[in-house]
């Protein structure tokens, strides 16, 4: 049946993402839009869950959750067989295989998976689900699109014999790829550098379009709708909250902003939406800081509830240093939601964040490894409700460039060339083709 926009049979897509906890909106939003085009969309994203889930959206978009045991039960029984046997070969094999950089158990476990499903092409969400996406796609003889959220054999929890490997990795691994996508223009110069390829295609991290009501400045003229809204989430409704809103680990520079709130006198809160073990160590920081009281974790909050808390905030943190080329060059999701909510941020001053919050004017940028520098530029914002005002009009200009329906259209351009691609040839180009004379040169 051809699909409701192209004319041409729908395709299915299988997406593979190692998202084991949530799965990133980016994710989802590429699976709703290429839904919304006619295509049947699998996603099968987290392959290390705490337990197997399966469900159906409402647009028709399937998702798959998976447990993988890191215990090889046939290594298990040898081991047990032949102990010492075992102690003897293991660094061997260990050597072996990484010389030979050979596919892990893992690979395997997403390979095996992923055949389990009818699928015409396959796109594989961040390095670690590539080695076994390339698989799953030769072993049917269908096109691979890689959609590299971050360049992650850089990263700097890597040694630099592990980033080596890892790099080495993606370069053969990418040039079995149709397309390379990734989230900003920084990434693709590097991706492309790094591995001799066109420069990938960009697809920012954007967001759809916001509900009327989910709006900082709608929020801001009616105070009994802002105050209910925060007390929904268990927010001061008098305090002047600064939002951060993502994972929680050592490496994103989190404990200047518990060390930076200290400083700021009440009414100033800091709201912390994420999980993460790093989160008791933010939390003892702020009890030795005597700032228990104004520092609110809410944990996990789901995308849709999301929403309705960026906008009811007042300015939104984005704290990130440059411990690697991975984070010097990040566009994180919460740049845009800040965008979307119309919230003014205070961001490290990195390239991309620069690019945005200045050339958008919609925030304060600084050296943030520096609670000197977080604690004044949060005074500010706080001692200065006339360009936090401007500051949101124009987050929410910012809005008409920065959306998903402009990303959703390259996505779908995209996916028009692999569907044409993917179509029998008519039969009268058949035909021609088998009476056309032989070349004779």
């Known amino acids: 049946m051809p699909g409701p926009h192209t004319g041409l049979t729908p395709m299915k897509i299988l997406m593979l993402s190692p998202d084991a906890q949530m799965i990133d909106r980016r994710i989802l939003q590429e699976a709703h839009s290429l839904q919304a085009l006619g295509h049947q969309v699998t996603v099968l994203s987290g392959f290390e869950c705490r337990e197997p889930d399966a469900y159906q959206t409402t647009d028709g978009v399937i998702v798959k959750r998976y447990v993988y045991d890191w215990q090889d039960r046939r290594l298990l029984a040898l081991r047990g067989r032949h102990p010492l046997a075992?102690?003897?070969l293991w660094p061997f094999m260990r050597v072996r295989d990484r010389l030979l950089d050979r596919p892990a158990?893992?690979?395997?476990?997403?390979?095996?998976?992923?055949?389990?499903?009818?699928?015409?092409?396959?796109h594989v969400h961040d390095y670690p689900a590539l080695r076994p996406g390339v698989m799953a796609a030769q072993a049917r003889g269908v096109p691979v699109v890689y959609d590299s959220h971050e360049f992650y054999p850089v990263q700097s929890s890597f040694t630099p014999a592990q980033q080596k490997r890892h790099l080495a990795r993606e370069r053969r691994l990418v040039r079995e790829c149709v397309q390379v996508i990734t989230v900003n223009p920084y990434l693709a110069r590097m991706i492309a550098r790094e591995h001799g390829i066109d420069e990938p295609m960009v697809i920012?991290?954007?967001?759809?379009?916001p509900a009327p009501q989910d709006d900082a400045l709608v929020l801001r003229a009616d105070e009994p709708a802002r105050a209910a809204r925060r007390r929904e989430f268990g927010i001061p409704p008098d305090a002047f909250t600064f939002l951060y809103q993502g994972w929680l680990s050592p490496e994103?520079?989190?404990d200047v902003m518990v060390r930076a709130i200290a400083r700021v006198p009440s009414p100033a809160?800091?709201?912390v939406v994420g999980y993460g073990d790093y989160r008791a160590v933010l939390e003892n920081l702020a009890t030795e800081l005597g700032v228990a009281d104004r520092v609110h974790f809410l944990g996990r909050i789901e995308s849709e509830a999301l929403v309705r808390l960026t906008p009811a905030c007042d300015v939104g943190l984005i704290p990130y240093a440059a411990v690697d080329e991975m984070h010097r060059y990040c566009s994180p999701n919460k740049l845009f939601e800040f965008v979307m909510a119309g919230l003014p941020v205070i961001a490290n001053d990195l390239p991309y964040l620069r690019d945005v919050v200045a050339g958008h004017d919609f925030g304060w940028l600084?050296?943030?490894?520096?609670?000197?520098?977080?604690?004044?530029m949060m005074a500010q914002a706080l001692a200065s409700p006339d360009r936090l005002q401007q500051y949101a009009t124009h987050a929410i200009a910012a809005r008409q460039q920065l959306n998903w329906d402009r990303e959703a259209a390259q996505l779908a351009a995209l996916y028009a060339r692999l569907e044409a691609a993917a179509q029998p040839a008519p039969p009268a180009q058949v035909q021609a083709l088998r009476t056309a004379p032989a070349n004779s040169s």
């Open 86 to 88: 075992w102690r003897l």
């Open 105 to 122: 158990g893992f690979d395997y476990f997403v390979l095996e998976k992923a055949l389990e499903h009818e699928f015409d092409v396959v």
């Open 204 to 209: 920012l991290n954007a967001c759809p379009w």
């Open 252 to 254: 994103r520079n989190l």
């Open 269 to 271: 809160a800091l709201v």
């Open 366 to 376: 600084g050296e943030l490894e520096s609670v000197d520098a977080l604690s004044s």
